[in-house]
């Protein structure tokens, strides 16, 4: 007997279940009483308020990433959308994965890997070009975040997408996600002085 459907879905239900706890752990970090939290929203979980919101999108890969990768890319795009959709509000958007990061085979950043030239992109206008550069060759011409880095300075580049996307990678497994809930919830209940036999086994 063969049975073909689960253990392809496995990894799915996998990916799924570590979504859930970085999205109980985003909603027990919570400090502020203007924010509010979405699940499946604009993208996995949103942490929302009057004039922000951080959008999350959660992966749990095996595979490598780089700019040059069609995940990356999707990221970016959707990222884009929202911020054109949301102009009364600031949108930070969060890539989170557990993939380490890979060197573009085709890029031209001096040896380096583009994704962790991103934060010095920041203030170098210099790479912020070279990533722009980078993207319009590989991005669909049709699309709008590729017509805005193809006319776009430095400084809108950097200011619109390189300093308000993020890249979270070589996240911690899902263990160690649950890990961190049990230790907000520990601190919750010392707080409230309650008993931590309230903690789930």
């Known amino acids: 007997l063969v049975v073909e459907g689960p253990p392809a879905a496995v990894p799915s239900i996998h990916g799924d279940v570590y979504q859930a706890w970085w999205s109980i752990d985003a909603w027990l970090r919570l400090t502020d009483t203007n924010e509010v939290i979405y699940l499946e929203g604009a993208e996995d979980f949103d942490i929302v308020k009057s004039d922000a919101a951080t959008t999350v999108?959660?992966?749990?890969?095996?595979?490598?990433?780089?700019?040059?990768t069609a995940k990356a890319r999707q990221a970016l795009e959707n990222f884009w959308t929202l911020s054109c959709k949301e102009i009364h509000r600031k949108i930070d958007f969060h890539f989170l994965t557990t993939s380490s990061?890979?060197?573009?085979?085709?890029?031209?950043f001096g040896g380096a890997k583009g994704i962790e030239l991103w934060v010095a992109a920041q203030t170098s206008p210099d790479l912020a070009i070279k990533i722009a550069e980078y993207l319009v060759k590989r991005l669909d011409a049709s699309r709008p975040l590729q017509m805005f880095l193809s006319s776009a300075k430095p400084q809108e580049i950097q200011e619109r997408l390189i300093k308000r996307f993020h890249w979270c990678t070589n996240q911690p497994d899902l263990d160690a996600v649950k890990r961190?809930?049990?230790?907000?919830?520990?601190?919750?209940?010392?707080?409230?002085?309650?008993?931590?036999?309230?903690?789930?086994?």
């Open 57 to 68: 999108q959660v992966k749990h890969d095996t595979d490598t990433i780089s700019l040059g």
């Open 101 to 108: 990061v890979a060197r573009e085979q085709d890029g031209d």
């Open 180 to 201: 961190s809930v049990d230790d907000h919830i520990t601190v919750l209940l010392n707080d409230q002085r309650h008993s931590l036999a309230l903690i789930p086994n």
